[in-house]
């Protein structure tokens, strides 16, 4: 299963993202984020690949200060985008 996992320090700009993209009509789930990514505030917003336009878009015109990055599931290893 691949998925796009993007990153906050924040969790007040995690659930402002993720009601963000609720918005924009993707799904999406907030998540803690995985051990082996050791960043942030210990959650993250987990959604499909296609979503990324609506992500760039999102993270582009909002204030996510805390952004840390987008990272890329894919066979069991995170890539950053």
Do not use: H, W
Request: proline share 2%.
């Amino acid at each position: 299963m691949n998925y796009l996992l993007i990153v906050f320090s924040s969790r007040r700009d995690a659930t402002a993202f993720y009601e963000a993209l609720q918005t924009a009509g993707y799904n999406a789930f907030i998540i803690n984020t995985p051990r082996a990514l050791q960043l942030s505030c210990g959650i993250s917003v987990k959604t499909s690949t296609d979503a990324l336009p609506a992500i760039r878009r999102l993270l582009s015109c909002g204030n996510y200060d805390s952004f840390v990055g987008v990272y890329y599931y894919t066979f069991g290893r995170y890539s950053k985008m």
